[in-house]
């Protein structure tokens, strides 16, 4: 199936996009929202900031995706998501996360894309328990992938204990 794990840092993947986990602002912040725009350079906070804002702050709300060049990236293309913030599991949590991986790769299939990498989506700052995201993460792009058979995608993790849970999870769907 083409859908691999790796332990990597994304900003450095030579992908058709890479995506990033960043909040509704979409004006950069830390873990990879961080690194991205830092490896992206100035402009991909330009392109940003000049998305449209839906309400005051608000470029792209929990669940949703938006495109922006990869500016010095090697990836062409970011796609922003932004996941939800994990509050126990029973505000929505899953539907959101799903909801930024379809909305992910309804972008992509939009402009022609086919390599996609994907991090952790939730798994840092917003707290999501990573085997439960990786569940969902993964259940949804496996759905994708039955779809869309073109598709070449990447769950990048950023350490090694995280592609094992990312793992574990996949060997379990098999
Ligand atoms: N490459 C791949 N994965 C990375 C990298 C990297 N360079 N750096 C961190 N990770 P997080 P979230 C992993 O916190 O939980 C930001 O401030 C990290 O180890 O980046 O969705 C945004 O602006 C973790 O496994 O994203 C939002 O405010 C995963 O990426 C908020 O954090 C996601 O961790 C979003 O929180």
């Given at each position: 199936?083409p859908?691999?794990?790796v332990?990597a840092d ?8 890479i ?5 509704e ?25 000049a998305?449209p ?8 709300p929990t ?11 090697p990836?062409?293309?970011?796609i ?6 994990w ?25 022609g894309?086919?390599?996609?990498a994907?991090p952790?989506?939730s798994c ?32 990048c993790c950023y ?8 793992q ?7």
């Amino acid at each position: 199936m083409p859908l691999a794990i790796v332990t990597a840092d994304i900003t450095t993947l030579a992908v058709d996009a890479i995506v990033n986990a960043a909040n509704e602002t979409l004006l950069g912040g830390g873990g990879v929202d961080g690194a991205i725009h830092r490896a992206a350079g100035p402009a991909l906070l330009a392109a940003c900031r000049a998305l449209p804002q839906l309400a005051p702050g608000v470029r792209c709300p929990t669940g949703e995706a938006r495109i922006t060049p990869g500016f010095d990236l090697p990836a062409h293309w970011v796609i922003h998501t932004v996941g939800p913030v994990w509050h126990g599991g029973d505000h929505g949590e899953a539907a959101l996360l799903e909801s930024c991986h379809r909305n992910v790769l309804h972008l992509a299939r939009e402009h022609g894309l086919r390599r996609i990498a994907f991090p952790a989506i939730s798994c840092g700052v917003y707290g999501y328990p990573a085997a439960l995201a990786a569940a969902v993460a993964l259940g949804t792009l496996r759905d994708e992938l039955t779809r869309e058979r073109t598709l070449d995608l990447v769950l990048c993790c950023y350490s090694e204990p995280m592609r094992t849970v990312f793992q574990a999870a996949l060997d379990s769907m098999m």
